[in-house]
């Protein structure tokens, strides 16, 4: 096997390992596999890049702004449960109160998000 063929095969490993999932899609450019990521992205290992499949019918722009706005919600999400985590830790009441009034904060842009995904 050639280098350039490890080094992709590596690549792909290492997605799978951070909790990629392989799709049933190939990038358009070199045909391999793609990958979707965690955030929701579909990712080519072996170009290194962000691909983006626009339905039949839908404008970049449209298959983009569903991306971002699923990125966002995915990041929204593990800023959720990293509070939740702290909430179970913390002891302090005014820790409490701050991290409460942020988790309030997230919860709301969470559901802003999702009505805005409809």
């Given at each position: 096997?050639?280098?350039?063929?490890?080094?992709?095969?590596e690549?792909?490993?290492?997605?799978?390992?951070q909790?990629?999932?392989?799709t049933?899609?190939?990038?358009?450019?070199?045909?391999?596999?793609?990958?979707?990521?965690?955030?929701?992205e579909?990712?080519?290992?072996?170009?290194?890049?962000?691909?983006?499949?626009?339905?039949?019918?839908?404008?970049?722009?449209?298959?983009?702004?569903?991306?971002?706005l699923?990125?966002?919600?995915?990041?929204?999400?593990?800023?959720?449960?990293?509070?939740?985590?702290?909430?179970?830790?913390?002891t302090?009441?005014?820790?409490?109160?701050k991290l409460?009034a942020?988790?309030?904060?997230?919860?709301?842009?969470?559901?802003?998000?999702?009505?805005?995904?409809?």
């Amino acid at each position: 096997m050639a280098r350039k063929d490890t080094k992709d095969v590596e690549n792909m490993a290492n997605l799978l390992k951070q909790g990629a999932a392989l799709t049933e899609y190939a990038c358009p450019v070199c045909a391999s596999p793609l990958f979707k990521l965690k955030t929701g992205e579909l990712w080519c290992a072996k170009d290194q890049k962000r691909v983006i499949i626009v339905k039949e019918g839908e404008t970049t722009a449209e298959a983009t702004r569903e991306l971002t706005l699923n990125t966002v919600e995915s990041t929204v999400l593990m800023k959720i449960q990293e509070i939740e985590k702290r909430l179970k830790e913390e002891t302090d009441a005014a820790q409490l109160e701050k991290l409460s009034a942020t988790l309030a904060s997230l919860l709301e842009n969470l559901e802003k998000i999702r009505k805005t995904k409809q």
